[in-house]
Each structure stands twice: as structure tokens, then as C-alpha cells.
T-cell receptor
């Protein structure tokens, strides 16, 4: 069974640009979550999608958005990039959602550098 | 914001020794999980312990949970150089799916 696939793995953007990151969950997994990882703030929850609906959102500005498609694939978008958006963006999938979600399966991440 | 605080932030040991990492959290939880991350890579799930459990084992891993103290520990026995990685605890909410991660412990196992 293929794991969680994130594309692109690495990208470099300049301030003010926008970026779209893609995540294909494990086949059959309907819940997709996104996390941002930086040296200063650690791992922070961005949002969670289940059945094409955003179910939960972290404390990030509106420049961060996402969506989920009918095949459970998900994308996240960051507009008007700032230097502080440089981070490893991690996508995770799971079979269920809710307090009994259990383990998350993470992709390798998309490393974004903003210059 | 980070729910968990991990201790120590960094740990360096010799192969064959045991490694113990601690995690504290602040709110009520449904479960607590430990993940491993090799440098710049994705996270790999190691073990999950539910709030009504006190101890769990998986191979060379032993996790304890003390909900009265809001703390957990991860013990890796007979460590190997391949165990070198960052280890994160993550708490699962009582109502949702969000995981809140600790700051992580960087473990270095010297051959």
C-alpha cells in the first residue's frame, strides 16, 4: 500500500508569491491534516479535512487555506508569502476522525523556502 | 501553541544503553502518541497509549502515562545507532482529531 505522497518535496519562492502544496493520502483514508514545522515554533496544526469539508482549523492567518477533493486528495495554499512561512509542511492521513482517530500517517513533507 | 514540553531537549548516549524521554501536557487528553522523525523527514508513529492505560510495550519501546501528573515517558531499551532521531510526544483531543505536539527530544546514539 502506497504511503502518503506530498509534492513538491522542495520549493523556493519569493516574498509576496503564493504556493500550492499537494497531498495524496493512503488509499481509503478520508481524513487529511496539515502541520507546519519550524525550528522556532515546532509542529503546529494548520487544518483538517474530512469528506471534502474543513473540520478543524489551527491558529493561522487567512493566507493559509486548503481544500480536499472527492478522492480525498488535499491541497493547501499560502498566499502573499512571508519570510516566516519558510517551513516543512507535513500532511498526514488517517482512516477516521474524532477522538479515536489513532495514529496519523505522515508524508515526507514539502520544504518551502521563502526568499 | 505547544501543549507538551519534552525533557530533555537533547540526549546523547552510547549504543546498548537505554534512553528515557519525558513529556508533560496541560489539558485533558483522549490518548498520547509518540512519533519519531529522522532529520528533515516525515514523522513515523511509534506507539499510542490511551488515557485509561498506564503502560504499554512495543518491541524495545515502553511508554508510561500518568494522567494525574499529566506526564508520559518513552523508554527505548538497548539503543542502536539507527535510533538516532527526534522523538515527539503528541496528545489527542477528547473531542476532535487534532494532535498537539511537544517540542521534541533529539536523541543521538553513538556507535
Amino acid at each position: 500500500k502506497a504511503g502518503v505522497t506530498q509534492t513538491p518535496r522542495y520549493l523556493i519562492k519569493t516574498r509576496g508569491q503564493q504556493v500550492t502544496l499537494s497531498c495524496s493520502p493512503i488509499s481509503g483514508h478520508r481524513s487529511v491534516s496539515w502541520y507546519q514545522q519550524t525550528p522556532g515554533q515546532g509542529l503546529q496544526f494548520l487544518f483538517e479535512y474530512f469528506s471534502e469539508t474543513q473540520r478543524n482549523k489551527g491558529n493561522f492567518p487567512g493566507r493559509f487555506s486548503g481544500r480536499q477533493f472527492s478522492n480525498s486528495r488535499s491541497e493547501m495554499n499560502v498566499s502573499t508569502l512571508e519570510l516566516g512561512d519558510s517551513a516543512l509542511y507535513l500532511c498526514a492521513s488517517s482512516l477516521r476522525r474524532g477522538p479515536n482517530t489513532g495514529e496519523l500517517f505522515f508524508g515526507e513533507g514539502s520544504r518551502l523556502t521563502v526568499l | 501553541s505547544q501543549q507538551g514540553e519534552e525533557d530533555p531537549q537533547a540526549l546523547s548516549i552510547q549504543e546498548g544503553e537505554n534512553a528515557t524521554m519525558n513529556c508533560s501536557y496541560k489539558t485533558s487528553i483522549n490518548n498520547l502518541q509518540w512519533y519519531r522523525q529522522n532529520s528533515g523527514r516525515g514523522l513515523v508513529h511509534l506507539i499510542l497509549i490511551r488515557s485509561n492505560e498506564r503502560e504499554k510495550h512495543s518491541g524495545r519501546l515502553r511508554v508510561t502515562l500518568d494522567t494525574s501528573k499529566k506526564s508520559s515517558s518513552l523508554l527505548i531499551t538497548a539503543s542502536r545507532a539507527a535510533d538516532t532521531a527526534s522523538y515527539f510526544c503528541a496528545t489527542g483531543e477528547t473531542s476532535g482529531s487534532r494532535l498537539t505536539f511537544g517540542e521534541g527530544t533529539q536523541l543521538t546514539v553513538n556507535p
